[in-house]
């Protein structure tokens, strides 16, 4: 039997990375660094000081919550111009939500984060596709060029890029912001991993009134399991997507947790320089061996592989190592770990 299903979703294929237990894990980009002890100490007792009161609904504006990101986003940003929700996949489903839709249309410059139009898919918003250069970058002229072609409701931008590793010079956020006839969302999902000299959109925030700054602490911070994406915009967007949050929709457990991984922030904010490292050293030991890999402002790497990537990837899992295949023909995306799994991976590679 078939059920009723939306004629848009028939016959797509939900997002789904494998989860495999093998020994070197590096295919989600997460960060292989565990929480640390007197992190999980304080998490605990944050913890526990909400559990008597889960009677009651959370804040539903998460105020104290969104007044910590603010002070850490820095940029003289306010709580009312930082939103928050369970991961930067709900915050950025709530944009298209409130500025897209049914009947509008979304771009994105791909390859690029796989959620984005799967996330428009699900709003019933249009997605079009306005393609990176081969070499996987995307300057200003073709951006405005797609966007004067398609005049889309929402832009997304992502910088530093998923899967490219590939940061975009705010001078292209500019002249996207310039032509655009409706929002632009940037996802700063790895910001934290830049190389130095490589600035935030942040900085083109004041006075451009469509222009969202989506980022996450699933990545740098190590809290991915926790699940807390945020963005910073004008406080007429945080209204905007009131209208479309669900009520509650942070536990106050997710809360507190997060504010007390955000008091500890040096703690856990502390194995981005020793991951930085490791995708140094992965980006020049894969080149001295002579691979084509892409520039990397992430905690990820985009190498070139066999012509069929889907070898390469399973010659990996059968050493013990999961990367990604995001679907790009002759290539693969490694994480960014510990100095072991960059051994680990390294090795694997000269054995393929
Ligand atoms: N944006 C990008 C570019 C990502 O790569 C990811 C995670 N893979 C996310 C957003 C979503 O992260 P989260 O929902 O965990 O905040």
Known sequence: MTLPIRDDLRGLTAYGAPQLDVPVRLNTNENSYPVPDAVVEALGKALQAELRDLNRYPDRDAVALRTDLAAYLGHDLTTDQVWAANGSNE??????????GPGRIALGFTPAYSMHPLLAVGTGTAWVDGYRAADFGLTAAHAVEQIERHRPDLVFLCSPNNPTGT??????????????????????????????????????????????????MSKAFGFAGGRLGYLAADPAVVDAVQLVRLPYHLSSLTQAAARAALAHRDALLATVEAIKEQRD??????????????????????????????KSWRALLDRGVLVRDVGLPGWLRVTAGTPAETDAFLSSMESL
């Open 91 to 100: 915050i950025q489903q709530q944009l298209l939500q409130a500025f897209a």
């Open 167 to 216: 940061a975009l010079d705010p001078a292209v956020v500019t002249a996207v912001l310039d032509a655009a006839p409706g929002m632009v969302v940037v996802d700063e999902a790895y910001a934290e991993f830049a190389r130095a000299g490589t600035p935030s959109a942040l900085g083109v925030l004041p006075g451009n009134q469509r222009l969202v700054v989506t980022r996450t």
């Open 281 to 310: 050293r992965i980006v020049s030991v894969l080149r001295e061996r002579g691979m084509r890999v892409a520039d990397s402002d992430a905690n990820f790497v985009l190498f070139q592989t066999q012509p069929d990537q889907k």
